[in-house]
């Protein structure tokens, strides 16, 4: 009894876990109504048209319409693109097989392999993984073509078929993007501009009106602090807007980015603030009320004289700072050049796309290719000599669930699996029972479609701990609905389809698990350790004394850091997936690094915001002699840092520098920083900049202790 009163509290905790989830997942954000509708009308003309003139291949197209849409017209024309040469591609492979080797099972079955090692390879390898994922993916729903008895010329017209209504299925979702975009009075740029400066500008109201912020806009800042500007500034690279407006919104979208960066700063310093401040701070809220309508209207804002010279509040160190920043936006439109420096250099595309290169042969490549092969290859056996091509689907089961780690696999087939069920079982065969026999015309059917597309694509628009759930809902649907041209009146179609889910996520255990596994639990330890190493050197700042490549290199650290961090928190879902002798260690391993985080994404924002010293950034520069001592102060700093990443990589090996000796230089650098900085700069800026060191400081020590209280053998702190 007592164990199972011991067990209560943490079932408890687990569904209020789950029901926390739920509610994060599904809540609306902005765009996401849009971006479902645009989903929902793209796969309901699909399903209109391939059933009105029975297309082949038209369950696939449908399906396929919640892959292609995107945020921004841009980012689902790139998609259509590659996913079109990805089909190609495949379609050229398989239709070469079927010449070559349709007459010899073995040449055919040593084809069909090679496919199979082929699509795996490319997912684990090239860097645009959905046109290596659709390469395989027409592999496997092709597959059965070369075991039916029917003529070759019907299997290759079969295989025409798919890639042209997957093709056709990519025409159609770029012209309901194209149509959508033209009911907007803004592109995706200024978008986001503008929704950095709305931010920006309602934390500021908070603080004039004398409310606490809440919780939300704090939120959403630090997302976009931690997230940074990388999407607009590609947009200004891709889009080849003239120079001069180029170099212009370049440093408008660096601009805001710092503006961001310092307001995501203020929560952590400041409560109140005193009656007499709150009109100076309302100010600069209108300022920037007016240079966001200024860009949403397509003209330059007027230009202020910069209000930095008052006295700054006292609860708010850094809006000295933010009020710089939003008088510098005005200059940068109006064709200031000191302010260029912000804009992105045009070179940097080319170099990104130079320095991908030298990874295709990596054996962890072939290794996750070999595993995938081996699996889809014993499903492909499995149903042919079981004469079951009706579960087929189990090769793409292994396509789609195929990632690079146990947990992160298993967690992407418990949501195939479950959605399924839901489905298949749930929506399509509870239609199949209670609504389509009462339902005559395509008008009435159309209306089934939708009700049940939106509550797919609700889902598949959630983060990607939940986003494939809503994928596989549809997927299940749409192959028990869509896959004849008439209504299902056995309820075999959907048995068989989730027999070869199960077949598929068997095989994937049996390989993927148990063949040069990769655990979630240990990637997530060496990814929150070089998340700490790359802080680090993003503490230490630019190694580059040109302005310009200086904010370009940490641009591209700063995502890297955001991009460690998001893949934390998904290989920690993942980790809840594994399971074996290890998994209590791992869930204990998993709380700490999930206590650890928020603290550390804290540290990096403000990292962020004192970087722009570092940067001598214009605005922001500082005495040669408090340079230097702020570079010493953070070349200890980072080595805090790199001292935990050691701590926890080797738990069990002692650190060269003693706790003492190493938080008293601490000490001793930040005294020599305060005391210079408050000789050498104005009051106002001083304060400013003091209080910022301090912040970092203190989060940096509490960090570095909650290490050392969790890890065995530290002596960080003794």
Not at 217 to 243: V, W
Not at 313 to 322: R, Y
Not at 514 to 523: F, G, M, R, Y
Not at 590 to 602: E, G
């Amino acid at each position: 009894m007592a164990s199972i009163a011991q067990a209560l509290p943490s079932l408890n905790t687990r569904v209020t876990w789950f029901w926390e989830f739920l509610k994060e997942e599904l809540a609306p954000y902005r765009g996401r109504a849009a971006l479902v509708t645009r989903i929902v009308v793209a796969s309901t003309l699909i399903m209109v048209i391939s059933m009105t003139f029975r297309l082949p291949y038209g369950a696939y197209g449908a399906i396929f319409a919640l892959t292609l849409s995107r945020e921004s017209l841009e980012a689902s024309a790139s998609a259509v693109r590659m996913i079109v040469i990805g089909f190609l591609l495949a379609g050229s492979y398989v239709i070469l097989g079927l010449m070559v080797a349709l007459a010899d099972p073995i040449l055919r079955f040593v084809w069909i392999t090679a496919g199979f090692l082929g699509g795996f390879w490319a997912m684990s390898a090239l860097s645009n993984y959905g046109a290596s994922a659709r390469f395989g993916y027409l592999i496997a729903i092709t597959v059965t073509l070369w075991d039916k008895h029917i003529s070759p010329s019907l299997k290759v017209e079969n295989t025409l078929w798919a890639v042209g209504v997957i093709t056709l299925t990519s025409i159609i979702t770029l012209l309901v993007e194209i149509a959508f975009s033209a009911f907007r009075k803004s592109d995706d740029l200024i978008d986001g501009i503008a929704e950095r400066l709305t931010c920006v500008e309602e934390l500021l109201t908070y603080y004039a009106t004398g409310e606490a912020p809440v919780a939300s806009i704090r939120a959403t800042l630090t997302r976009l602090a931690t997230t940074g500007t990388s999407r607009m500034r590609l947009i200004l690279r891709r889009l080849g807007f003239d120079p001069q407006y180029a170099a212009e919104m370049g440093a408008v979208v660096g601009l805001t980015g710092r503006l961001v960066d310092l307001a995501a700063n203020l929560p952590y310093f400041s409560s109140r603030v005193s009656e007499s401040d709150r009109e100076r701070i309302g100010i600069v809220a209108n300022r920037l009320r007016e240079i966001r309508n200024a860009i949403t209207a397509g003209s330059v804002p007027q230009v202020h004289e910069s209000g930095g010279e008052g006295e700054i509040p006292s609860n708010l160190p850094l809006f000295g700072e933010i009020e710089q920043t939003v008088s510098l936006i005005p200059q940068a439109l109006a064709g200031s050049k000191f302010v260029r420096v912000f804009a992105p250099s045009p070179d940097r595309g080319a170099e990104t796309a130079r320095s991908i290169s030298g990874e295709l042969l990596d054996p962890e490549h072939l290794k996750f290719a070999l595993r995938g092969c081996l699996a889809a290859t014993s499903c492909y056996v499995i149903f042919n000599a079981l004469f079951w091509p009706e579960i087929s689907t189990a090769v793409t089961t292994c396509f789609v669930t195929a990632l690079t780690t146990i947990g992160a696999s298993r967690q992407k087939q418990v949501l195939r699996f479950t959605g399924a069920l839901l489905g298949g079982f749930g929506i399509g065969m509870g239609a199949q029972i209670f609504i389509l026999p009462y339902i005559d015309s395509i008008a009435g059917f159309t209306v089934l479609y939708i009700a049940a597309i939106t509550i797919a694509a609700w889902f598949a628009t959630s983060s990607p701990r939940l986003s494939y759930f809503g994928v596989q809902l549809a997927v299940a649907f749409c192959l028990i609905t869509l896959l004849e041209f008439k209504f299902q009146t056995s309820l075999t179609v959907a048995r068989d389809r989730v027999v070869g889910v199960l077949l598929g996520l068997l095989m994937m255990w049996l390989f993927f698990d148990q063949l040069w596994s990769t655990p979630a639990a240990p990637e997530m330890k060496r990814t929150f350790i070089s998340s700490l190493r790359l802080l680090g050197r993003l503490t230490r700042g630019p190694v580059s004394n040109d302005l310009r490549k200086a904010i370009e290199d940490s641009y591209v650290l700063r995502e890297e850091i955001n991009a460690k961090f998001d893949r934390v928190r998904s290989l920690a879902d993942g980790v809840l997936f594994e399971f074996g002798p290890s998994r209590s260690s791992n869930l204990e391993l998993r709380a700490r690094i999930r206590r650890w985080q928020p603290p550390l994404r804290a540290l990096f924002v403000m990292r962020i915001a004192a970087l722009k010293y570092r940067l001598q950034a214009p605005g922001f520069e500082l005495p040669d002699a408090i340079r230097l001592r702020q570079e010493a102060y953070d070349d200890v700093s980072a080595r805090m840092l790199e001292e935990m990443a050691d701590r926890i990589e080797k738990p069990l090996l002692g650190i060269t520098t003693g706790p003492e000796e190493l938080q008293q230089l601490l000490n001793r650098r930040l005294h020599d920083t305060d005391a210079e900085a408050l000789r050498e700069l104005p009051v106002a800026q001083a304060k400013s900049f003091v209080t910022l060191l301090h912040g970092i400081d203190a989060l940096t020590h509490s960090l570095a202790k909650e290490v050392a209280a969790e890890v065995p053998g530290s002596i960080l702190y003794g």
